[in-house]
């Protein structure tokens, strides 16, 4: 309890009079926000031209039962099409926050072609993205040369484990994918003992030219006998 000391009755009554004045101007502007309540605000952009004529009605909603509407330019979670994906490195080397993890296999040909027609050499055996790490930039979708990577309207990805906010994208199991380096390996290994057999092959060959004496490299190895000149003598 607080008590005034030094006040005159008249002052305590009008301090009294103005407290109970403004409760009342206060509960009168609940009351109208609350008869105002019982229409819905409409859900437009600050780009509209009566968007700043929306100043009576509900704006809360009632989440996650409804929700607001995204723009077509919204940058939220990122996707990837791995079909249309080459695996060419670019999008992980322009992160500025390094939240993509690639791990590309090379394989022994053409895997496939994606969806605007560029041939597929490489398989993804890793191909995560952590959105925790994601600043939201969008700079991996620009430079990817196939837009199989794109940023979504899904704004809501919420998590209790902040490990599964990073995001597998590739389409080859652990198993596969040992199977595809292992392939990749051995054509390698036998693209380099073909070569290497040539190589011997082709000294052999060179070997046994030299070799041969034929009747040609005969006359050619043949010393050419010199010439002499006589001196002309002057009789005396």
Partial sequence: MFFYENISPMQYFKDISEGIRSSLKGLSITLKHLWQARHRRRQIYVDTKSYFDEKNGIVTLQYPKEKLSTPEVARYKLHNEIDDCIVCDKCAKICPVNCI????????????????????????????????????????????????????????????????????????????????????????????????????????????????????????????????????????
Wanted: hydrophobic share 30%; charged share 35%; proline share 4%.
């Fill in 101 to 236: 993890e690639i791990e590309a296999i090379k394989a022994v040909g053409e895997i496939g072609k994606t969806s605007d027609g560029t041939s597929k050499r490489l398989y993804a055996a890793v191909f995560d993205i952590d959105m925790a790490k994601c600043c939201f930039c969008g700079l991996c979708t620009t430079v990817c040369p196939t837009e199989c990577l794109t940023m979504t309207d899904e704004y809501d990805f919420s998590v209790i484990d902040i490990a599964q906010h990073n995001f597998h994208f590739a389409n080859l199991s652990p198993q596969e994918a040992a199977e595809k380096k292992a392939l990749y390996e051995q054509f390698v290994r036998e693209k380099e003992e073909a070569k290497k057999k040539a190589e011997t092959e082709k000294q052999n060959q060179e070997q046994e030219n030299k070799n041969v004496e034929t009747p040609e490299n005969k006359t050619e190895t043949q010393a050419k006998p010199k010439m002499t000149f006589k001196p002309k003598i002057k009789p005396k």
